[in-house]
């Protein structure tokens, strides 16, 4: 697994959308940041060389999940994140493929049930309504921070 094919596979999950955020970090919400999506996880694009240890990946593992990940060689609590049940790996061989995608379907799902009643209700809109939803959001959330 690579940072590039499990892009690839995150976006194929449902209503996910990426930003970039803090530096070369690839985030990943369920529902749009703009209408009160959830993010699940985080992959770290800097380069490895830059520090002394680099975490490459960041991710929900839920309360249940979280102190058996934290058993494996390679996964430690995440920095900012350890105090709502996060992970972070720092390789990609701790898993295989399947075993990745399983891992981050599940931080998916975790993050799905969270979310508002009615940001649920938005991500059932038809599409295009969606996305204009989407759109005003943003441009509401534009003006206030210029106000600031």
Do not use: C
């Not at 697994?1 to 369920?30: C, I, K």
């Not at 060389?49 to 995440?78: F, K, V």
């Amino acid at each position: 697994m690579d940072a590039e094919r499990l892009r690839a596979y995150l976006l194929t999950l449902p209503h996910v959308v990426e930003t970039m955020q803090w530096g070369a970090n690839l985030v990943f919400w369920v529902g749009d940041k703009a209408i009160g999506g959830k993010m699940f996880a985080l992959i770290n694009l800097d380069d490895p060389a830059a520090h002394n240890r680099q975490l490459i990946l960041s991710y929900s593992a839920g309360p249940t999940r979280y102190p058996e990940l934290l058993e494996l060689e390679g996964l430690i609590p995440a920095p900012y994140m350890a105090r709502i049940n996060w992970v972070a790996a720092e390789r990609w061989d701790i898993f295989t493929t399947a075993e990745w995608q399983r891992e981050l379907r599940a931080a998916h799902a975790l993050a799905l049930a969270k979310l508002p009643r009615k940001v649920r209700a938005t991500l059932a809109m038809p599409a295009a309504k969606q996305k204009a939803l989407i759109a005003s959001r943003r441009k509401l959330l534009a003006a206030k921070a210029s106000r600031k």
